[in-house]
């Protein structure tokens, strides 16, 4: 499996309301996934993108993936809005027809009933795209990209609360 923490270097995007940059936050939960997984009888082969705030291509994220031979390509980011009343969890796929697509649609129901059963934030749907990292992904693996409620939101933006959901899911 490779986890991809979004975002990195000077692309930090989103901007939380305690000042704390989506490429950071992402990456936090990207490292907690692989410190829970370790916890496990029968750990999970997890690599991360990156491990650092440092550059890294969104080529370079899916040519990882290919090169280690995937089963699982996931790509983690937080939403943000000049809406205050924006709310709640999208899970994307990628718009393009593979022999991958229907495990990618069905997990990310699976991730998106999580997410909202665990956490309690609303759900925005499973949703379609055309984002790079799942153009260059749908033929390879089963790819989601996440979007884990919008950083600029007071109420979603409880990191610990995102913790407790990891915890549960390794």
């Given amino acids: 499996m490779v986890i991809d923490p979004g975002h ?32 496990k009888d029968a750990p999970l082969d997890i ?41 709640g969890i999208e899970v994307y796929v990628a718009n393009a027809i593979s022999k991958y697509s229907d495990e990618s649609i069905w997990l990310a129901f699976l991730i998106q009933v999580e997410l909202n059963n665990n956490l309690g934030f609303e759900s925005r749907g499973v949703k379609f795209s055309n984002f790079q990292v799942k153009r260059e992904t749908v033929d390879y693996c089963p790819s989601v990209l996440l979007e884990l409620g919008f950083f600029n939101i007071g109420d979603e933006n409880n990191f610990p609360k995102r913790q407790k959901l990891l915890r549960r899911w390794l």
């Fill in 8 to 39: 990195d270097g000077k692309d930090s995007v989103a901007i939380g309301i305690n000042g704390i940059q989506e490429k950071d936050a992402v990456l936090k939960i990207a490292k907690k996934i692989l410190e829970l997984n370790e916890k």
């Fill in 47 to 87: 690599y991360l993108t990156r491990y650092s705030d440092t550059l890294i291509s969104l080529s370079d994220r899916t040519n990882l993936a290919r090169a280690l031979n995937a089963d699982l390509f996931i790509s983690l980011h937080c939403n943000h809005s000049d809406n205050p009343n924006a709310r």
